[in-house]
């Protein structure tokens, strides 16, 4: 059903025993509050396939950085502003795959690092933009939970 709805995700994969485990590992791991994982193994084997199905699944949105000879600094940090944003104010699950290969800078890591240890990297987002989205948030909440 992925292939048909998702334009140029034509995934062709063959289902064992061990990748449906993993795929209930990562589909589980995903839907956790917070949730984040480290999948290790030889290129090939499927990982990228399998999280970019297990985010189907859930109804997220799959998020993998281009880096090109001019991605910089400055473009991951939009990507993950975006990321941040879309979460914030659309309420949706994003899965982000970030890959050995999608390392150009140090700095990428210890963003990425920021990420995953405390949610947040500071600077990221401006006063006036974490203002203007909790404004935002606050009506939803209030017409969704009026007694709170």
């Not at 059903?1 to 289902?15: A, H, P, T, Y």
């Not at 917070?34 to 799959?62: P, W």
């Not at 982000?96 to 150009?104: A, E, G, L, M, Y």
């Amino acid at each position: 059903k992925m292939n048909e709805e998702i334009r140029g995700s034509n995934m062709d994969l063959v289902f064992f025993k061990d990748a449906m485990i993993h795929l209930l590992r990562i589909s589980r791991v995903i839907n956790m509050p917070k949730g984040h994982l480290l999948l290790v193994g030889v290129g090939g084997s499927g990982k990228q396939s399998l999280t970019k199905l297990a985010a189907y699944i859930a109804g997220y949105k799959y998020f993998q950085i281009s880096v090109s000879r001019t991605y910089t600094l400055n473009n991951f940090l939009d990507d993950l502003r975006n990321i941040y944003r879309r979460a914030a104010r659309l309420g949706q699950g994003i899965v982000f795959v970030f890959t050995d290969n999608d390392i150009k800078d140090d700095q990428f890591l210890e963003y990425l690092n920021n990420v995953l240890s405390s949610g947040e990297v500071s600077g990221l987002i401006t006063r006036e933009e974490m203002d203007e989205t909790l404004s935002e948030l606050s009506v939803k909440m209030k017409k969704e939970y009026p007694k709170r």
